[in-house]
């Protein structure tokens, strides 16, 4: 289904090298926007049947987190600086520099959060950190300043093809299955996901996931921060009391 789908997306991508008037482009910019949109539901689609069909093989490689986790920022960038927002990367001292995990089951994990409350906390403040809670426990957390989750959505918000009419909206076009590709990729790596949210006072993903160390580690031994485009004059949100639910 693919091998069509980026065929037409090759087509389209080679046209838009052409003379083209300024109507024309705009028109082709809709079909390219669509075309990737629906490549990305089509790839979400195959990511969570793969996930339930088969227990998942993990594949460990020795995995660099400054490099992986500068990726999905820059990767969430250009959208976030059309929004109005602020995207922001740290890491605690005393994080190892690189792991021994399954990069492609972290990334997804990552990925997806990120690129959740990039689409539901448009214009807003984006937090990411990562710190090295045990012995061979990181932790990744994810926070926006957008409209949160009501807590009545909370046992349904990671199962597949769900979409909160009441709280994110409808918005943005999605096929609710991040969240639930979240979860089983989390529980692949023997991992705990915790999400903290009240209604209208953003959200916050907590995730733990054991890791190996490598023999020789480096660590982050001061604070380090990657930023990402300015947050517009937003104003911010008031503190909000934390409802709980973990996998």
Known sequence: MRTPLNGVIGAVDLLERTELTDLQKKYLGYVSTSLNTLLKHVNDVLVVSKLDSSKVILEK?????????????????????????????????????????????????????VGNAVKFAAGEKISISVEHVSIGTLAFTIKDSGPGIQSSDFDSVFEPFTVLDASYGRHSEGTGLGLSIVATSVEALDGQIELHSEFGNGCEFRVQIPVDLPEVCSEFTTRDSLKAPPLRNNPEPTKNKERKRCL
């Open 61 to 113: 490689e020795l995995v660099n987190l400054r490099d992986l986790m500068s990726d999905i920022v820059q990767e969430n960038s250009a959208q976030v600086e059309q929004s109005g927002g602020r995207i922001t990367l740290t890491f605690a001292p005393n994080t190892p520099l690189e792991v021994e995990t399954d990069p492609r089951l972290l990334k997804t994990i990552v990925a997806n959060l």
